[in-house]
Structure formats: structure tokens, C-alpha cells
């Protein structure tokens, strides 16, 4: 399971919106500039994204919670993603380039190709959308008292410092 945690931020009867911060992943790894999954997490490291998920846990508007996905479920929207496209697009350039020898129109139908896989993969994320296997689920509601504690008495451990200097 993949677990993230969130701030609830709205309620709609029993739908809450769930707001998380992505966080990098990638911060401790040696080869994280080069690495194109860490170039990616770099850009989107701090972005705010809104998850809408069941409010099976009555959860309350500002309550901060962890969501949950199967891994499995991660791993097969993936592949939905990137393979349905990419093969489409080979798929089409070696039609393209058996049927007609023109360079210009085998770039023409690969990009037509390619296109239609992406279209296809649209068409077929509503349909997954409605499916409960990829969508995530509230597991807990993370107790926001003993991390509020912990916080203040760090400040005032720290304001103890700064006073001492």
C-alpha cells in the first residue's frame, strides 16, 4: 500500500476533499538530478493536490488524515498510461511504413496513432475512475493534539535557546 497523508478541506455529505503536499522522495538518492523520476519530483515537490475520497471515518474539516492506495493498483494505471499510447504509436508507424514507403505520411499516421492512444486512454480513465480499486481510501485520522504538543514544546524549547544566547 501506498500511503499519504492529507488536510481535510471541505465535506460534502459523505465525500471529503483531502488535500496533500507531494513530498520528494528522491531527496536521499546519489543519482537524483540525473534520475528522470527525480527530475519530475523535483518540479512537482511542494505542489498542493485535491484528492476526493469516502468519508468513511467521519472525518471533520481540517482534520488531517492518511489515504491509502494499493500498489498494485499504481503500478496498472501506469502501464494504462504509458503503454496504451506508446504501443499505438509503434503499432502505426510500422503499419504506415508496411503500407506506404513516404516517410512524411508513416510520421503523419505514427502521430495520428498516438494520438489516438491518448485518446483512447482518456476514454478509458472514466471508466477506471469509477471503479473503487483506483480510487484512495481514508485509513486513519492522525491524532492532531500530540503533534501539536510536540510542535509547541519545541518552540518553546527553542525560544529557551535563543533567550540563553
Known amino acids: 500500500m501506498l500511503y499519504e497523508t492529507g488536510i481535510v478541506s471541505q465535506i460534502h455529505g459523505n465525500i471529503a476533499t ?3 503536499q507531494n513530498q520528494l522522495a528522491c531527496s536521499s538518492c546519489k543519482v537524483v538530478d540525473t534520475c528522470g523520476n527525480g ?3 523535483k518540479y ?14 467521519d472525518a471533520k474539516v481540517g482534520d488531517k488524515v492518511t489515504l491509502a492506495i494499493p500498489n498494485s493498483s499504481v503500478t496498472k494505471a501506469s502501464i494504462l498510461v504509458y503503454l496504451i499510447p506508446l504501443m ?19 510520421i503523419l499516421l505514427s502521430l495520428c496513432g498516438l494520438a489516438l492512444g491518448l ?10 475512475l469509477k471503479s473503487e480499486l483506483y480510487l484512495p481510501k481514508m485509513v ?5 493534539r500530540s503533534s501539536e504538543k510536540g510542535r509547541t514544546e519545541k518552540l518553546k524549547a527553542n525560544s529557551a535557546i535563543d533567550i540563553q544566547r
Do not use: C, P, W
Request: proline share 0%.
Open 140 to 144: 486513519s485520522i492522525v491524532d492532531n
Open 88 to 106: 499505438s504509436f509503434i503499432f502505426s508507424a510500422l503499419a504506415a511504413s508496411f503500407f506506404y514507403q513516404n516517410e512524411n505520411i508513416t
Open 18 to 20: 483531502v488535500q496533500t
Open 39 to 41: 527530475i519530475v519530483e
Open 44 to 57: 512537482l515537490s511542494g505542489k498542493i493536490f485535491s484528492s476526493e475520497v469516502k468519508n468513511e471515518l
Open 119 to 128: 485518446f483512447a486512454t482518456k476514454f478509458y480513465n472514466r471508466h477506471l
